[in-house]
């Protein structure tokens, strides 16, 4: 079954959202689809998702961050000085005005957010700030995700407070992409004001976190200590591992297809929604 993507543009107080709506236009379930660092809406499997769980009848709305440096269809990243900026901050605000808004549109609907990788900080955090508003949503979903943000380099953090910008070669684009000093000072801060264990125990949702055995960027133990915060928390929250496979589940972008072990994650998420 074809469905066409619906481009949608949404303008926040610190910045524009653009995204791509697919699904019924009543749905029974809603996801808010988050990219990880570096993502887009058309990165890699993301389409071909939301038309997988378009055909299961769940409508889904993947964005760009408002400062990630992407625009509309584009695969790499135009907008350095908007990049330079992005942060923790930002991406979670992105999070938290697109699920406002999402809730006043279909306010029938039950709203998961499904994130990948880094995408799962502004994902935690902005859901406590949606349930904070009176928001209600249905769970989390978190694909290879991080546990925590002080995950880089110690020599890169030192070469970074030096400058106060440092930039990072992306080998896909082949362009070097500046890192700014708010998002170093979040890294930095890490235990006290972006503490994902912290932050489960303020969150009672349910959690499902789908991870491959042989992830290359994300090691499944970030995974296994999301599930565990969230259980100790007092949520319902499910660790599935998926072997032979790793932080794309066997996609790359441009996407090329589908593999056994993207079909598998897939199967997991639109289970654990129906269910």
Known sequence: MNHTPQYRQLILPHGQIEGLWVGPDHPNHLVIITNGHNGFYNYG??????????????????????????????????????????CMRLETADLVGVGAWISTQFPDANIWLLAHSMGSIPTVFGA???????IHLAGIILLAPVSRLDFWPSGLIDDWKKTGTITMFNRRTGQDLPHGPELL????????????QSAFVDLALPLLVIHGQEDEAVTPDHGQNLVSWAQQGGSSAQFISIQDTGH???????????????WKMLHHVIRHIEE
């Open 185 to 196: 000072q979040e890294i930095l801060e890490a235990d006290q004001k972006w503490n994902m």
């Open 248 to 262: 794309t589940f066997g996609t790359k972008h441009p996407f090329a297809g589908p593999e056994e072990a993207t």
């Open 45 to 86: 499997m993301f389409p071909w998702m939301q038309e997988q769980l378009a055909d299961a009848g769940i409508a889904s709305f993947s964005y760009n961050f408002s400062h990630g440096g992407t625009k509309g269809e584009e695969d790499f990243f135009s907008d350095l000085d908007r990049y330079s900026r992005n």
């Open 128 to 134: 406590l700030e949606l349930l904070q508003g009176g």
